[in-house]
Nanobody
Framework: VQLVESGGGLVQAGGSLRLSCAAS????????MGWYRQAPGKQRELVAT????????NYADSVKGRFTISRDNAKNAMYLQMNTLKPEDTAVYYC????????????WGQGTQVTVSS
C-alpha cells in the first residue's frame, strides 16, 4: 500500500486547509485510516481516525469541533478538513492506513507540512 498526502501549506490563524490522502497498491483490506501529526521536537500524535465504512470517527480533543475526517472508498482516498486553524496545529501531517489480518500492519505516507502563522 502506498499513501500520498497533499494539501498542506502555509495559512494564517483562523484559516482552513483540506488535506488529502491517496491510497494505491493493495488497498483491498484497508480497515481503519487516520491522520497523525508531528510537530518539531514532539512525538507523533493521533489527530483523527475513521472506520472502514466511514461510520465511526475519533478525534483528538485538541481538534474536536474544528477538524473533520472523511473517506471515499471508491476513490481510495481520505480527507481532513481543518478549520479555525491555530499556530499549535503546525506540524507534519501523516496519513495512516491499517490492515488487520493475522497481524496488524500500518502503512504511512511521507507527510505534508502544515504551517499556521499567528
Amino acid at each position: 500500500v502506498q499513501l500520498v498526502e497533499s494539501g498542506g501549506g502555509l495559512v494564517q490563524a483562523g484559516g482552513s486547509l483540506r488535506l488529502s490522502c491517496a491510497a494505491s497498491g493493495s488497498t483491498f483490506g484497508i480497515s481503519r485510516m487516520g491522520w497523525y501529526r508531528q510537530a518539531p521536537g514532539k512525538q507523533r500524535e493521533l489527530v483523527a481516525t475513521i472506520s472502514s465504512g466511514g461510520g465511526r470517527t475519533n478525534y483528538a480533543d485538541s481538534v474536536k469541533g474544528r477538524f473533520t475526517i472523511s473517506r471515499d472508498n471508491a476513490k481510495n482516498a481520505m480527507y481532513l478538513q481543518m478549520n479555525t486553524l491555530k499556530p499549535e496545529d503546525t506540524a507534519v501531517y501523516y496519513c495512516n492506513a491499517r490492515i488487520i489480518g493475522v497481524y496488524i500492519i500500518d502503512y504511512w505516507g511521507q507527510g505534508t507540512q502544515v504551517t499556521v502563522s499567528s
